[in-house]
């Protein structure tokens, strides 16, 4: 169940020539606790204009979407699967940092699930001969997350292929009883060479075989959102290309790490691994004018 906030503060506008008026801004989030993985939709209603607003959390600072009078404002918080739970503080702040207005919420546990997996032991211990490509791939993907549209791309989402979630988003994972690590995606049954769709429009920045995820695509979605398709069996998009929601990016396959044919299905915002299934629940907001396509 998805609640709704509604807080208004004061935000004192500093270095402002004598007496400074406070500004009074509406934050609206899509919820008040957020799952460990989870996302959160932000506006935030300032009573007059401003040229801009970021959120900060921590040493991360993201500039919010600014509508074209200025007084509107919107974003998405993702939560790491793996961040801290309890009470978190992120601050709404004018970029030259001048002035910020505080806000808190909640994370709770992702109940995440625990598996214990058997792999081809290529996959637990990387034979000598591949850590080199296993290196070039990492490289490869942080240089393709580093290329991000500022400009929001989405509108909606949807599922990349009909299957139901196999609910194993974040799940602590044990492979052949020794290497442990996070699964930062959803896995979707899918026989092999089913189709694969892109999950919203975007942009494609990577489309290769990797060691681990097999046939990959990366799609940008522009303001730092990202979602992932691994292990398929042949790629139809090629880096650069433009994609709309539901357009064809390949088929389903059983390449790389895994037990078996389905669609890893995974995303990533401004740095954190959240579950894919929540942007399906995003709002549908419209694009700025600036960025809208002609
Ligand atoms: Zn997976």
New binding site residues.
């Given amino acids: 169940m998805r609640l709704t906030l509604i807080a208004t503060a004061a935000l004192a506008v500093s270095g402002a020539p004598a007496p400074p008026r406070p500004v009074g801004l509406t934050v609206t989030a899509s919820s008040v606790t957020a799952r460990q993985g989870g996302i959160i939709a932000i506006t935030v209603r300032s009573e007059r204009p401003l040229p801009g607003l970021v959120l900060a959390d921590g040493d991360r600072r993201s500039p919010l979407e600014r509508e074209a009078d200025g007084t509107v404002f919107r974003g998405l918080h993702g939560l790491d699967l793996a961040a801290t739970t309890g009470a978190r503080r992120v601050s709404f702040e004018t970029p030259d940092g001048a002035t910020s207005l505080a806000w808190s919420f909640h994370v709770t546990s992702g109940r995440f699930l625990v598996q214990r997996l058997s792999v081809d032991p290529r996959y637990v211990e990387v034979p000598k001969e591949e850590l080199e490509r296993v290196k070039a791939d990492q490289a490869r993907v942080a240089e393709a997350y580093r290329r991000s549209s500022a400009a929001r791309l989405w509108t909606s989402f949807t599922r990349p292929l009909e299957a139901p979630s196999s609910g194993?988003f974040g799940a602590r994972r044990v492979y052949n009883g020794k290497t442990q690590s996070f699964?930062?995606?959803?896995?979707l049954a899918a026989a092999e060479g089913t189709p694969v769709a892109a999950a919203g429009d975007g942009r494609v920045v990577l489309a290769g075989d990797l060691y681990f995820s097999g046939g990959t695509v990366l799609l940008d979605h522009g303001a730092g959102l990202f979602t992932q398709y691994?292990?398929l069996s042949r790629i139809d998009v090629t880096e650069g290309d433009s994609v709309v929601k539901g357009a064809r990016l390949g088929a389903s396959g059983h390449t790389g790490r895994?037990t078996g044919p389905?669609l890893?299905?995974?995303a990533r915002l401004l740095g954190a691994r959240v579950n894919p299934e929540d942007v399906l629940a995003l709002p549908a907001w419209p694009l700025p004018a600036a960025h809208a396509p002609p």
């Fill in positions: 194993n699964h930062a995606g959803s896995d691994f292990h895994v389905h890893h299905w995974g």
